[in-house]
């Protein structure tokens, strides 16, 4: 893709860059982490604008960037509706679930999700949220992984097992050392670069492809009238969508950590509300430059999860072409950092912390082990990476599983007064086990893992609820 000069260049920039991170991670963990909550929540002490950009920059990843851009250039303009379902999850947690998650997690001091499902259900919920929460955050951060590997191996040349072990090393360093407070800070460098570059990119496409006009006139010179037509896939894919996608918005760890890691809870929903239309605008047009590279730019394309990279070589020239991947690594970076600290979190919050005996020393103990859970995700994320062929499917089980198991009973626990221990525990251990089974059985009659777990979840939750009394809503 490109010769040995221009992969030199780029090479020696991508290196620099990952040496700037580290130095960031190195500088903050010297100045600023020196207890367990500066490591996974930023000290709680976090202003509106990097907010907003670490709300942005974990939203808007790889898969976004990629993944929306090619399923342009495929489909049209049908998979917005994958963008419609996330910002209608967005606009409801920020009506509904943002303020009651952000309320507990300031009285309670909470960390993770099971922070909250333990309190609300008991001892009994620890295992089905932290098992859900490690497959799924485990599994796509292997995806960053594979991701990063894939620009360093069609930018640099190297194989992909060499990029999976070269990015795992370096984004494991630089989380290792800076936590959560240092992820914040270089998510807001990383979603300015990544959102002023895409919309630089959809600028110069716009214009390289005659306008919207030109691209409404080519494409029905072409026949394909449907292709710019929201309803140009299947109402069932559309279902998908917005049950699974949109669903595994409210029981995202690393949304709820941000929640949190405001200081204040007035920061907290202006810093969503401006991330979740800022994410909505981003996905929306990058949908459109892939649309636009097939009929405007008229790429030839046979291969196209390389779309992206097509359509940034046709309309700039390489100095232009190297912002333009560092802005695409931004991206990547920007998501796997944040999902490797809310993985690393379960294991630490929720695994290590309740078997520690209280100590003077407990905080610096807790934080020693916060490290150590970071390195724990890394070897589970990499071996996965570089073992599991197709990590997508794993991750579709993972946020499968947090559907299924976590959103009915969180939200009854959050909005519901007659949920109880025996209903929370039950709905998410159902939820769990069909997710996994059905995905195992490769979705039986066609029928996605959500629409069995998701329903049978919410059922248990209110039956067994009702047919039982406790206390637990006291909270």
């Known amino acids: 893709m490109y010769d040995s000069g221009e992969r030199l260049i780029l090479g020696s920039l991508v290196i620099i860059y990952f040496m700037f991170l580290f130095g960031i991670s190195f500088y903050i963990n010297k100045k600023s982490i020196k207890t367990y909550d500066d490591y996974n929540v930023a000290g709680r002490s976090v202003k ?12 808007v990843g790889g898969a976004i960037l990629l993944g929306y851009m090619q399923q342009g250039f495929i489909r049209g303009m049908g998979p917005q509706w994958l963008n419609f379902g996330i910002f209608l999850a967005g606009i409801f947690i920020l009506a509904f679930y943002l303020k009651r998650v952000r309320a507990l997690g300031e009285k309670y001091n909470m960390v993770t999700i099971a922070d909250f499902t333990v309190l609300r259900f008991g001892e009994g919920a620890r295992i089905p949220t932290v098992v859900s929460l490690l497959v799924a955050y485990s599994a796509i951060t292997g995806m960053q992984f594979v991701a990063i590997a894939t620009i360093l191996n069609l ?33 807001a460098f990383h979603g300015t670069i990544q959102t002023v570059g895409i919309f630089i990119l959809f600028c110069t496409v716009l214009i390289a492809a005659g306008g919207l006009e030109g691209v409404q006139t080519q494409v029905a010179l072409s026949g394909e009238s449907d292709f710019l037509s929201f309803f140009n896939i299947p109402a069932s894919e559309v279902m998908v969508y917005i049950l699974t996608i949109g669903g595994y918005q409210f029981v995202r760890q690393d949304l709820w950590q941000r929640f949190w890691a405001a200081d204040s809870a007035k920061t907290a929903q202006t810093g969503f509300w401006i991330a979740i239309v800022l994410a909505f605008l981003t996905g ?21 999860s390389l779309t992206y990279f097509a359509i940034i070589g046709d309309v700039f020239s390489f100095p232009m072409i190297v912002v333009m991947v560092l ?9 796997a950092d944040s999902f490797f600290m809310a993985g690393a979190s379960s294991i630490i919050n929720d695994i290590v912390k309740p078997k520690l005996n209280y100590s003077e020393d407990l905080d610096q103990r807790l934080l020693k082990y916060s490290r150590y859970s970071v390195l724990g995700v890394a070897g589970i994320a990499l071996t996965l990476a570089i073992f599991i062929p197709d990590l997508i499917v794993l991750w579709i089980m993972g946020s499968a599983m947090l559907v299924s198991s976590l959103l009915a009973p969180i939200t009854a626990g959050l909005f519901w007064k ?24 490769g979705h039986p009659f066609g029928i996605h893992p959500v629409f069995i777990g998701l329903p049978l979840s919410i059922f248990l939750v209110i039956v067994v609820s009702l047919m039982t009394r406790d206390d637990s809503s006291n909270i």
């Open 418 to 441: 007659k949920a109880t221990r025996l209903g929370g525990t039950v709905a998410m251990w159902v939820g769990l086990v069909i997710a996994v089974v059905w995905q195992v059985l």
């Open 327 to 335: 802005a695409l690594l931004a991206t990547v970076i920007s998501t």
């Open 155 to 187: 930018t640099l040349g190297t194989s992909i097992t060499t990029g999976v072990i070269v990015s795992g090393v370096l984004v494991t360093l630089k989380t290792y050392f800076g936590g959560m407070k240092s992820v914040i800070w270089q998510d």
């Open 284 to 304: 929306f047009v990058v949908i459109l430059i892939g649309i636009m590279g097939r009929f405007g730019l008229n790429l030839p394309l046979e291969n196209a």
């Open 48 to 59: 509106l604008f990097p907010l907003i950009l670490t709300f942005t920059g974990t939203a």
